[in-house]
């Protein structure tokens, strides 16, 4: 591997000779010109000219900011990488260390640059994994913070080019550190291996993942380490004269069956003997790829003619032979291995592969043209390809896991479900999908749940009802007093997902006096009874109280306020109550284990209201097929295939009659609705509603506004298809939390505008 340190032209005072490097760089990647790689590098030298040495946060080793980049853009060139990335390389040291404004290099040097830097720079971010105390103990161990910053990376890269860098970074950082103390050897190589030759692995770049697992091992088991090189060392110049021979043979063979290939002994790697020696708990003598060959030829055919020209000279060993060409490793690797018995009964590991999978197993995903120059959010036919083959290549779940002691904690796989929070300091937090500030604070401790007024994230003030992303910075805003809002109980505002947080916000309301309790869960019934037009008829609490399973209403209001009970069990209930005492259609909610008799189950209607339904017997469509409506004489809406040839004549007679309808979820049927809000007028309030509408897929009916010049409030009044009373609940709550509006209310047919 080319090192920056050993073959970058170094003058006397020890600067580089910028020059000469630009053109050892020309000769390795392909770019019209170098100017706006040297202008990066003059940026770069002047920004850490321009730090005190005491600054230098590399001042442990000889490099600096400067020189690391140098390096940086080296190892991206060998992986064959485009112009933006080697800039973004150069100039990242500088920006991580705030001796250069990530404004300045937009500015110089293009948006896309100043992207890549971005992402690395969230990256770096995890490399603080600190372990703050909660009232559980540590809130995670570093089995957990491991797996949790691993499968943040999955969420957080989008472009593989960003990862790169990242990686070219932190091979410069383990390559620099052996200077340093021992524990800062340590703590680079524990983040190394964990992190770094994991994923470099399943980018499957080969060559760097062998170098970061030797020098990470190097650091982290320093005798084991010692103790191979040394066996290696002892035998060395027997074994090479032994391979040499090995390499003649095969050579000659090759030569006779005319296959225009190369033959080499390979690199032998420390950590994967030592891995061999663990997992199958053999001797060093035993292990086979101390002797190692590597055969490259042109076609894959060539490959399994080689194969058999390898067995036919020497015996193989039976359970030694991997066919990675038909089956491929996940991260696209490519190859025969096989063990032989070799001359004088030794045995010999042997690599067979082409040129082209040769190429693939040292550069991986950089071999791979579809990202080479390209941002994985360009738009294209592969676009989606490329996302899954990205993800594809980041699941971890095989990686490691072998060895004793460093991989165990590595072993589950990848959980989709899951978003991945920084703590202030950095710390990692994994939570569900769709947790919220309100979430997180009880997540790090109780107390600060109790005590949450506020949140920020990645430095804004936010909703405490915002959804957090992989990615984000939490910061949780506490006041002195413990002091839960019931409404984080309320589903429908999405304050709370989680059922920790949830459970603890209602043992915090538990615990308050049950005459507080009792009170507020009366006006929370009575609020929400009268806003869903439920207390037009009287409401016998005793009943509904015993209905949902409590001895008396005050027992029931004091549940509700203490959180035990949900809001919408009491509402089913007094639904049933008034249903049966009064048969409005309107007040006809999708009551649990209704039916509607006079529709086919799972069709729904777009924009047509309750029609009776039926399957036509011509084209017999089932759930998945497309499908259309005719409108029959007194039979409702026949529904038939979208390629029924009745469908099709009927576009060319009865085109008036088809219908649009599509396949609803089983058992769902819709209701007419009508909804009043009341609003202090502004522009822009009625598409705030319809889009709370959208948002929760409901249909308009019918919609009306009056406005009030006088007072300047606004009357809206929509009639809405509704399946659920929950739903109806949900709609209006979000509805109320839109600016100006002060009062959503379901209006009863035949009641006064």
Excluded at 109 to 117: P, S, W
Excluded at 636 to 656: A, F, K, L, W
Aim: charged share 30%.
């Amino acid at each position: 591997m080319v090192k920056v340190r050993e073959e970058h032209p170094i003058r006397e005072d020890g600067s580089v000779d910028l020059d000469l490097w630009l053109e050892l760089l020309a000769d390795q990647i392909e770019v019209e010109g170098l100017s706006k790689i040297r202008r990066a590098c003059e940026l770069a030298k002047w920004a850490h000219d321009q730090a005190e040495p005491q600054e230098d946060v590399w001042a442990h080793n000889t490099i600096g900011s400067y020189r690391t980049g140098l390096e940086m853009a080296q190892i991206l060139a060998e992986l064959q990488q485009d112009e933006d990335t080697l800039i973004a390389a150069i100039l990242y040291r500088a920006v991580r260390e705030r001796k250069l404004v990530l404004e300045r290099v937009r500015k110089q040097f293009g948006k896309e640059v100043a992207r890549l830097i971005e992402g690395v720079l969230q990256m770096a971010a995890i490399g603080s994994r600190k372990n703050p105390r909660t009232e559980e103990g540590l809130l995670g161990s570093n089995a957990n913070q491991v797996e949790n910053v691993r499968r943040m990376l999955v969420e957080m890269i989008g472009d593989v080019r960003v990862a790169l860098i990242k990686i070219a970074e932190r091979t410069c950082a383990i390559r620099g550190v052996k200077t340093g103390s021992r524990k800062k050897r340590y703590l680079v190589a524990r983040e190394v291996f964990d992190i770094y030759a994991p994923l470099a692995h399943r980018l499957g770049i080969g060559h760097i993942k062998w170098e970061l697992e030797d020098l990470s091992f190097r650091y982290l088991k320093p005798n084991d380490y010692k103790h191979i090189a040394k066996l290696l060392d002892e035998k060395r110049l027997d074994r090479q004269e032994y391979i040499d021979n090995v390499v003649a043979e095969l050579r000659n063979q090759l030569a006779d069956a005319n296959i225009d290939g190369e033959v080499m002994g390979r690199a032998k790697h420390i950590y994967s003997i030592w891995r061999k020696m663990q997992r199958k708990n053999i001797d060093f003598s035993q292990v086979y790829d101390v002797r190692a060959v590597r055969i490259l030829v042109p076609e894959i055919r060539d490959c399994y003619a080689v194969l058999g020209i390898v067995h036919g000279l020497w015996r193989n060993i039976p359970h030694e032979f991997d066919d990675y060409i038909a089956s491929p490793k996940p991260n696209g690797y490519r190859s025969l291995h096989t063990a032989v018995f070799g001359p004088g009964g030794n045995v010999v590991e042997i690599q067979i592969r082409t040129f082209a999978m040769h190429e693939e197993a040292e550069l991986g995903v950089c071999a791979h043209h579809l990202y080479k120059g390209t941002d994985l959010k360009s738009k294209g036919d592969s676009y989606e390809e490329k996302i899954a083959w990205l993800r594809q290549v980041l699941e971890w779940h095989e990686d490691i896991g072998e060895s004793e002691g460093f991989g165990d904690m590595l072993r589950s796989d990848i959980v989709q479900d899951r978003v991945y929070i920084f703590t202030p300091d950095g710390h990692v937090i994994d939570m569900p999908t769709g947790a919220t500030p309100v979430d997180f604070a009880y997540r790090v401790h109780t107390e600060i749940g109790h005590r949450c007024r506020g949140a920020k994230v990645n430095g804004r003030i936010v909703p405490l009802n915002r959804r957090l992303q992989t990615g984000d910075q939490v910061e949780i805003l506490t006041g002195k007093e413990e002091k839960p809002r019931r409404d984080w109980l309320n589903a429908n505002l999405g304050f709370v997902t989680t059922s920790r947080a949830r459970a603890k916000v209602a043992h915090w309301f538990k615990d308050q006096a049950k005459e507080q309790n009792a009170e507020a869960g009366r006006k929370i019934v009575e609020r929400e009874l009268k806003r869903l037009a439920l207390d037009q008829e009287p409401i016998d609490y005793a009943i509904l109280a015993e209905n949902v399973n409590y001895r008396t209403p005050e027992d029931m209001f004091a549940a509700l306020g203490a959180g035990d009970l949900r809001l919408s069990q009491i509402l089913n209930a007094a639904q049933r109550q008034v249903v049966q005492e009064h048969h409005e259609e309107q007040l006809d909610l999708a009551l649990p284990g209704e039916r509607d008799r006079g529709r086919e189950p799972g069709i729904r209607i777009r924009g047509v209201g309750d029609l009776m339904t039926s399957v036509a017997a011509c084209c017999k469509p089932v759930p998945g097929d497309s499908i259309i409506g005719y409108i029959t004489h007194g039979r409702g809406v026949s529904i038939h295939r979208d390629d029924c040839p009745n469908t099709i004549q009927m576009r060319q007679q009865e085109p008036e009659r088809l219908i649009e309808v599509d396949w609803g979820e089983e058992g769902e049927y819709t209701y007419p609705v009508d909804v009043v809000i009341e609003a202090y007028d502004r522009s822009g309030l009625l598409r705030d509603v319809m889009m709370v509408l959208a948002s929760e897929n409901l249909n308009v009916l019918a919609a009306n506004t009056l406005t009030d010049r006088k007072s300047n409030t606004a009357r809206l009044s929509l009639t809405v298809e509704i399946s659920r009373l929950d739903l109806l609940g949900r709609m209006m709550d979000k509805i109320a939390q839109i600016p100006n509006v002060f009062d959503v209310r379901r209006q009863r047919s035949g009641a006064h505008h």
